[in-house]
């Protein structure tokens, strides 16, 4: 059964930084692309990267190149999100997703970012 275990959110001020974990269980993490995704007040579902299952990154959303870079430890079965520079906007529920889309995502970890 595939699960998919985020942590690393909290509280953060604008400027500061976040790092996210996510886990994969229950399938063959380095053989499937990975992504973020948020869901945030107002602006719904965002996809914010996705990572290939050679490490190649790919940002969606142009608000977080520069800020964010998506990494994968395919030996740890583990999927990174680095967020720096938080922004008020970057506040939401993250989540780690299986593919490049789809609905196949864990429980997500809350990110606020706030003064």
């Known amino acids: 059964q595939v699960q998919l275990v985020e942590s690393g959110g909290g509280l953060a001020q604008p400027g500061g930084s976040l790092r996210l974990s996510c886990v994969a269980h229950g399938f063959d993490f380095s053989d499937s692309p990975m992504s973020w995704a948020r869901q945030v007040p107002i602006r719904g579902v965002e996809w914010v990267a996705g990572?290939?299952?050679?490490?190649?990154?790919?940002y969606f959303l142009d608000s977080v190149k520069g800020r964010f870079t998506i990494s994968r430890d395919n030996a740890a079965s583990t999927l990174y999100l680095e967020m720096n520079n938080l922004q008020p906007e970057d506040t939401g529920m993250y989540y780690c997703?299986?593919?490049?889309?789809?609905?196949?995502r864990g429980q997500g970890t809350q990110v606020t970012v706030s003064s």
């Open positions: 997703v299986k593919g490049l889309s789809g609905s196949t």
């Open positions: 990572i290939f299952i050679d490490g190649g990154p790919v």
